[in-house]
């Protein structure tokens, strides 16, 4: 059976560098950091003092005030994103095509502050004080299944949740849905807004968190002196089209994605395996799967945490599959600006990865002062470079040993 052919015709997204994507990209590129002092929680109540939070985000440009307090706020970044990757598209859609338009947005934890606030209130005044919207305000699908009645979307629908792997599994599998023609059209990616009490007590509990109070150095992906990652939230939404679709109603094409790999690391609740085996084979699936070789590729987005065996192992993973090509590719993480936005982070770093094909930039690696022996690929340190990008590669990698990656080229007729 031939393989349909998908392309990129939509992005959206709001970060802790931008509520939109033009102002997120020009940050991106810039070198610009989103990472900042904690606000939304009591600083005082954990060793942690930085975090990458969204900047005067407002929900009421999307959604209606009454609708929106029955959403936690992933939610509300959801359709946000997805509002804007809609409208960048340029797709209509309607009742002659909705059936063929799905929805696949992710998220790691989903309403984690929803639930935290309403189990407060059942502790303090019983269940009948508990809000009734409180199920479909917390269970991760509400993001998709929200986006899907906000845009009258009536196709494939489903959800993700692989940890910080969902944001690009949802793409990649998202398009097979398009590619087995179930679908002409798909809004996917991921939505996460994690900085609420027990997540942050958790991920501080298990030391997965950087401790370092300075915003300017607490996120710093491959760097020798990393001490973990710097959570963020936010959403990143892409627009995916069968490439006919989108030619014959005049789409603007950012990119083609061509290729996707997804594996499991039988090895542990959330360290890696070993050497990044899972993670290399993920690669190498969706090479496979695009027919690229590895010296096709330009350019990988890494998951690039700042956590020592994540950026270790993943440097290993590239070393695996692209040999001696491993040293003349570059690689870097965008979560040095970001912070780490956990489910939302693939869809957030698909939007950089086709962008970066499209405007020949290679976004950079800030905060990247002390080389690691152990990490010694070119991270585009401190600034973005100007390279032509064919192909590219971005990765994400999840606890419960989840790994996924997308593979994008140039569109070329």
Not at 57 to 78: G, L, P, S
Not at 238 to 255: Q, S, T, W
Request: hydrophobic share 40%.
């Amino acid at each position: 059976m031939t393989k349909r052919r998908v392309v990129v015709t939509g992005v959206g997204a709001v970060t802790p560098v931008g509520n939109d994507i033009e102002t997120t990209w020009k940050n991106i590129v810039s070198g610009v950091s989103g990472v900042g002092q904690l606000t939304r929680l009591d600083p005082e109540d954990y060793p942690v003092k930085v975090v990458a939070e969204l900047k005067d985000f407002d929900v009421e440009q999307y959604i209606d005030k009454k609708d929106a307090r029955k959403m936690d706020r992933f939610t509300h970044y959801a359709v946000a994103a997805s509002l804007m990757a809609v409208k960048d598209s340029g797709l209509a859609i309607n009742d002659d095509n909705s059936h063929r338009v799905g929805v696949w947005i992710g998220s790691g934890i989903g309403g984690m502050e929803t639930f935290e606030n309403q189990f407060e209130t059942f502790l303090n005044k019983g269940y009948r004080r508990v809000s009734p919207f409180f199920v479909p305000m917390m269970i991760p699908d509400m993001a998709t299944g929200q986006v899907s009645i906000t845009l009258g979307a009536r196709g494939f629908n489903s959800c993700t949740v692989t940890a910080c792997a969902t944001g690009t599994n949802s793409i990649g599998d998202a398009f097979k849905v398009i590619q087995r023609g179930d679908a002409d059209a798909m809004v996917t990616g991921g939505a996460e807004a994690p900085i609420s009490r027990m997540a942050m007590a958790g991920f501080c509990a298990n030391k997965a968190l950087s401790t370092n109070p300075d915003p300017q150095k607490a996120s710093r992906p491959f760097d020798l002196n990393r001490d973990g990652f710097v959570m963020g939230e936010g959403a990143g939404i892409i627009v995916l089209e069968e490439l006919e679709h989108a030619l014959a109603r005049g789409a603007k094409i950012y990119a083609e994605i061509v290729g996707y790999g997804a594996t499991g690391d039988a090895y542990h609740i959330t360290a890696p395996a070993p050497e990044g085996e899972g993670g290399a084979r993920a690669m190498k699936m969706a090479l496979d799967d695009a027919d690229l070789s590895p010296e096709d590729i330009d350019y990988i987005n890494a998951h690039g945490t700042s956590t020592d065996y994540n950026d270790k192992f993943e440097t290993m993973a590239i070393k695996s599959v692209f040999g001696d090509h491993a040293y003349k590719l570059a690689v870097s993480s965008t979560k040095s600006m970001t912070g780490h936005l956990l489910g939302a982070a693939g869809g957030v770093e698909a939007i950089f990865t086709v962008l970066a094909m499209q405007d020949s930039i290679l976004p950079p690696t800030i905060n990247y002062e002390t080389p690691d022996p152990a990490c010694d690929l070119d991270y585009v340190p401190n600034e973005a470079r100007k390279q032509d990008i064919k192909a590219a590669m971005s990765n994400s990698l999840g606890f419960g040993g989840h790994n996924a990656t997308i593979a994008f080229r140039k569109y070329q007729s």
